[in-house]
């Protein structure tokens, strides 16, 4: 008989979010489930944790094969306190989301889903992040689901290697609208704001941000960007060593 | 005549930090600066953006030469408000610090210093993170001074390619104490949460979360915790794209 796996859930739209539930239905059948969820929405706090306030924990719910705990902190908070306090051992599989809206290329480094993702990885836990292409808090992850469980799958048969995480990013479409999934690379780009000035009701000026995505680089078939306005599934493999070893050869030319 | 440089200056701790207060005194010479930095510290918020609360700026000091704003919001929306709003060019320069504190190995990805740095460097500005491994408010910077000036020299001399920005680590020591810079990778580590669990006064539970930083390798003399350790100033290359590209030819094998 196979040994049950233990799969740690979170995400940074929160425990009540519609993209937790259904990447919970779908891991489900691969084992026990803990999900640790922040209560409320994170989104854009990247990998930030908690250390000037005190961190709350509740239990959601506790059934067979399945515990749901909300966490008052950030989706890194989640993870660190589930490895460090919630779970008994060490999980087989981290997934994180299914994030309402998109984490392809640069904007992995604002996403608490992806930090999530990170922090497995740091923890030498096999770690994914799965986002969809619509940012609306009724999205349909109808198809997302059938996504999702073929990459678990996949990732349980082949495994990945220590010091890697992947970001999954799903398009928006019935089944039979997706081209199916590709292997890419992080889109070079960045995030070009618009920060929206206004006058408070006491005279004081203030700021919103906001902002839109752009390309850096035309697109090439292979990146992420390009592979999702294709209509294909993209995963690209993350590396938690952020070291430039091609640069460090370089500035050792340099004579400090 | 040469044309004068214009420096962005960041940090994570706060316009009224030390470090950040020595770093402007140091950068000073090379340019014309302006300083963004957040109200209060900011320690751990990493790569965080504010989108749900307004961000409101206010001017510290107009001299020549020498601009200083405070910030209610991150580091990187400290970034993000100068690159859009603050300055009236590019700057050929972004320097965040000097932390109270190291931000070497992993601790690069909680770190909101670091993540001003790689926030310069998606938007390709030449961009460095620098930090003194004391925590402590009233930390001497007098050696790390001399450090942060060589290096920026070197920094103009050769120039960054595009696509990295760097970390800088600085021994704490005198002038003499120190052996100079080495160029490193980034150590394979994480950090050892040790979550302390209390009683409020309403009798519900809380945590704080605290740990301490473990390698997860043998300390190579390659390595940034090598270096710092044997009083040398350590300069890891960070890449802003975060690809595997050697994991990325192995998955595509998968057959997805």
Same mark, same amino acid.
């Given at each position: 008989?196979?040994?049950?796996?233990?799969?740690?859930?979170?995400?940074?739209?929160?425990?009540? *979010?519609?993209?937790?539930?259904?990447? &919970?239905?779908?891991? !489900?059948?691969?084992? %026990? @489930?803990?999900?640790?969820?922040? +209560? /409320?929405?994170?989104?854009?706090?990247?990998?930030?944790?908690?250390?000037?306030?005190?961190?709350?924990?509740?239990?959601?719910?506790?059934?067979?094969?399945?515990?749901?705990?909300?966490?008052?902190?950030?989706?890194?908070?989640?993870?660190?306190?589930?490895?460090?306090?919630?779970?008994?051992?060490?999980?087989?599989?981290?997934?994180?989301?299914?994030?309402?809206?998109?984490?392809?290329?640069?904007?992995?480094?604002?996403?608490?889903?992806?930090?999530?993702?990170?922090?497995?990885?740091?923890?030498?836990?096999?770690?994914?992040?799965?986002?969809?292409?619509?940012?609306?808090?009724? *999205?349909?992850?109808?198809?997302?689901? &059938?996504?999702?469980? !073929?990459?678990?799958? %996949? @990732?349980?048969?082949?495994?990945? +290697? /220590?010091?890697?995480?992947?970001?999954?990013?799903?398009?928006?479409?019935?089944?039979?609208?997706?081209?199916?999934?590709?292997?890419?690379?992080?889109?070079?780009?960045?995030?070009?704001?618009?920060?929206?000035?206004?006058?408070?009701?006491?005279?004081?000026?203030?700021?919103?941000?906001?902002?839109?995505?752009?390309?850096?680089?035309?697109?090439?078939?292979?990146?992420?960007?390009?592979?999702?306005?294709?209509?294909?599934?993209?995963?690209?493999?993350?590396?938690?060593?952020?070291?430039?070893?091609?640069?460090?050869?370089?500035?050792?030319?340099?004579?400090?």
């Amino acid at each position: 008989m196979k040994k049950e796996k233990l799969i740690l859930v979170t995400n940074d739209d929160g425990v009540e *979010a519609k993209g937790l539930k259904s990447l &919970i239905e779908t891991v !489900r059948e691969f084992g %026990k @489930v803990i999900v640790v969820a922040p +209560e /409320e929405s994170q989104s854009g706090m990247s990998h930030a944790i908690t250390t000037k306030l005190p961190i709350r924990v509740q239990t959601v719910k506790k059934e067979e094969g399945l515990e749901i705990y909300s966490c008052s902190g950030t989706p890194v908070d989640c993870v660190k306190l589930a490895l460090n306090q919630l779970l008994e051992k060490k999980p087989d599989m981290l997934v994180s989301g299914i994030n309402h809206g998109s984490n392809a290329s640069v904007s992995i480094v604002y996403s608490g889903t992806m930090a999530a993702a990170i922090e497995g990885g740091i923890n030498k836990i096999t770690s994914i992040g799965f986002s969809l292409l619509d940012y609306s808090g009724d *999205a349909d992850f109808e198809t997302a689901g &059938i996504y999702v469980r !073929r990459i678990i799958k %996949k @990732v349980f048969m082949n495994g990945i +290697e /220590e010091g890697i995480c992947l970001n999954v990013n799903i398009p928006v479409g019935k089944e039979n609208e997706l081209k199916g999934i590709k292997v890419c690379r992080q889109t070079d780009g960045y995030w070009q704001e618009e920060f929206e000035k206004r006058i408070d009701p006491g005279k004081r000026e203030y700021y919103w941000l906001t902002g839109y995505f752009n390309n850096s680089e035309p697109l090439a078939d292979d990146t992420d960007e390009w592979a999702l306005q294709n209509k294909f599934v993209s995963v690209v493999p993350i590396r938690i060593d952020f070291t430039s070893y091609s640069r460090m050869k370089e500035l050792k030319k340099w004579k400090f």
